[in-house]
């Protein structure tokens, strides 16, 4: 069993920021990544946008939309992997949701059925 804690989120100003927190546990020696997915309104599971994902050495992909506003950290002793989200704009409103995986030859592959609980940013105009 694999459980992934999530933090953070919350409401903010369109310019705010906001940083993302989870903590992973339980069976997760076989994965090399994390990474944060986000589900916006109206979107089904199979269609949540990769935000950012890492692997356990340090290497990070981001989705377009977000880079040089969003920062993912991940600290591989503790399990842990952060998104720092400056800059948030209304179109980064969403359900964001932690997840465990393999990064492999960047790309990010979120292994089946573990996903955090999600947490909601809003962002206002």
């Known amino acids: 069993q694999v459980q992934l804690v999530e933090s953070g989120g919350g409401l903010v100003q369109t310019g705010g920021s906001l940083t993302l927190s989870c903590a992973a546990s339980g069976d997760i020696g076989r994965f090399n990544g994390m990474a944060w997915f986000r589900q916006f309104s109206g979107m089904t599971i199979r269609e949540r946008e990769l935000?950012?994902?890492?692997?356990?050495?340090?290497?990070?992909k981001y989705v377009d939309s977000v880079k040089g506003r969003f920062t993912l950290t991940r600290d591989s002793a503790r399990n842990t992997v952060s998104l720092e989200m400056n800059g948030l704009k209304p179109e980064d409103t969403a359900v964001y949701y932690c997840?465990?995986?393999?990064?492999?030859?960047?790309?990010?592959?979120?292994?089946?059925?573990?996903w955090g609980q999600g947490t909601q940013v809003t962002v206002a105009s």
């Open positions: 997840s465990i995986g393999d990064y492999d030859d960047s790309e990010y592959f979120p292994a089946a059925g573990y």
């Open positions: 935000v950012a994902a890492a692997d356990d050495g340090g290497t990070t």
